[in-house]
């Protein structure tokens, strides 16, 4: 047996070649919040399980079967590393009092983790970016998200490959009601449910309905429907979100099947779906929860958010060959010799400090492996010191992949030269 050293199944690495995309996502990210003025905050990755618990439900796979949870050896609290944000960004506003003023609209993103059979687009560590808007009511909020999501699709390139999908799960009576009749619906039939299906008959009935078992899906599909129970309230609120999607031209299935796996939601539930990832097809889900912050002990508040998976989303992309261009420097700096290596540090120093990204070339080596070394780094020019270049305060300016005009594409000069040259462009 090998004795190396390896990641834990389920949570990866991210090497150099895959930063630029993370890079280039993220900025994206940052740039798409800030156009509908959400703020960023961070919450640990470290909670207690209670909190888990209330937010998401007993019952729910996420409590039951997921969640990395331990007993903290100091002082005896179980203690889980977080499986979603939501719960987490809740509680923190609570903690800290951020609706003492009104609405918030906040965006977080990072880890999660959940222990499950790892596999294209689903890991356990996993990453994601949530939007939640605490402290609003009406369907307003709803619709803002879905245009929203919407714009990141065509931000992204990715439009033409996700599909909307939306709901509504009422308020709690609506619930109720609807739960009961599913239980004696699928009761009624146990003999066709799957084991999950069994065991969640008497607990969560309503998650039968989210089964991606084959088998089953007629049977599903011939279900009690929620929406059937839907009061006034929660019919004018299904509407209104409908008419503001139907106004922005965002087409959409209204999905009557559509559940959500965490117990908080109510009324507007929605993902966005591809079918280019296999059975993980869902990219981005939410909804809303009215009902959460008073839950967790703040003063009842309105609330709605979704969650997109980072790792999903990359996929699309680089399937798509949707890539940015790879991170290069604007210099490589090639330096062979004594006096060379002496002055190249400074020569360095100096070219960052003038704006340009600059790779020292390390370890030395012929002056041919350097120049293999500068082809290899992307880098648009290099920026030649030897013995000479340096016995006459000079470098030498050679374009690896950049233009001189009509100069030579070598070209001896002073480092000021070069740094004027590089900064006004020619």
């Known amino acids: 047996m090998s004795n190396q050293l390896r990641a834990v199944r389920g949570m990866n690495d991210l090497l150099p070649a895959d930063a630029p995309l993370w890079s280039h996502f993220e900025q994206t990210i940052r740039d798409w919040l800030k156009r509908y003025g959400y703020r960023e905050m961070r919450t640990p990755i470290l909670e207690h399980t209670g909190l888990f618990k209330r937010a998401i439900g007993e019952v729910t796979d996420i409590v039951e079967k997921e969640m990395y949870t331990f007993v903290d050896a100091l002082n005896g609290e179980s203690m889980t590393l977080r499986p979603e944000g939501t719960a987490s960004c809740v509680r923190a506003a609570i903690e800290h009092n951020l609706l003492f003023d009104g609405g918030k609209r906040l965006w977080y993103a990072g880890p999660m983790f959940r222990h499950e059979r790892p596999q294209k687009g689903r890991y356990r560590q ?37 599909r909307l999908e939306i709901n ?48 089953m899906q007629a049977l599903v599909e011939a279900a009690p429907q929620l929406i059937d129970e ?21 087409a959409y299935r209204v999905n009557p099947r559509l559940v959500r796996g965490l117990d908080y939601y109510n009324y507007t539930v929605f993902e966005w779906v591809t079918d280019k990832l296999g059975a993980q097809g869902t990219v981005c889900a939410g909804g809303r929860y009215d009902g959460l912050v008073a839950q967790l002990g703040g003063k009842p508040a309105p609330a709605c958010g979704f969650a997109m998976g980072v790792e999903r989303l990359l996929v699309m992309l680089s399937d798509a060959k949707l890539l940015p261009p790879p991170d290069a420097p604007d210099i490589y700096l090639v330096n062979v010799g004594e006096a060379a290596e002496r002055i190249a540090m400074r020569a360095a120093e100096t070219l960052r400090d003038a704006g340009l990204n600059v790779v020292l070339h390390g370890g030395g080596g012929s002056f041919k492996s350097q120049m293999k070394k500068a082809d290899a780094s992307l880098a648009e020019y290099a920026v030649l010191i030897g013995d000479d270049e340096a016995a006459a305060n000079q470098v030498t300016l050679k374009a690896l992949r950049g233009e001189f005009g009509a100069q030579p594409e070598q070209r001896r000069m002073a480092l000021p030269e070069v740094i004027e040259l590089l900064k006004t462009g020619f």
Do not use: C
Not at 138 to 144: A, K
């Open 126 to 162: 996993f990453h994601q970016v949530g939007v939640e808007a605490l402290g609003f009511a009406g369907p307003d909020l709803d619709i803002e998200h879905l245009l929203m999501t919407a714009r990141l699709w065509k931000m992204l390139g990715l439009a033409e490959f996700i």
């Open 168 to 215: 509504s799960l009422g308020d709690t009576q609506a619930r109720a009601s609807h739960r009961g009749k599913l239980v004696d619906y699928f009761s009624q039939r146990a003999d066709q449910l799957d084991a999950d299906s069994q065991r969640r008959l008497l607990t969560n009935p309503l998650r039968i309905l989210d089964s991606k078992n084959p088998a």
């Open 230 to 250: 839907l009061d006034d309230a929660a019919r004018a609120h299904f509407e209104a979100v409908k008419r503001g999607l139907d106004a922005a031209g965002i």
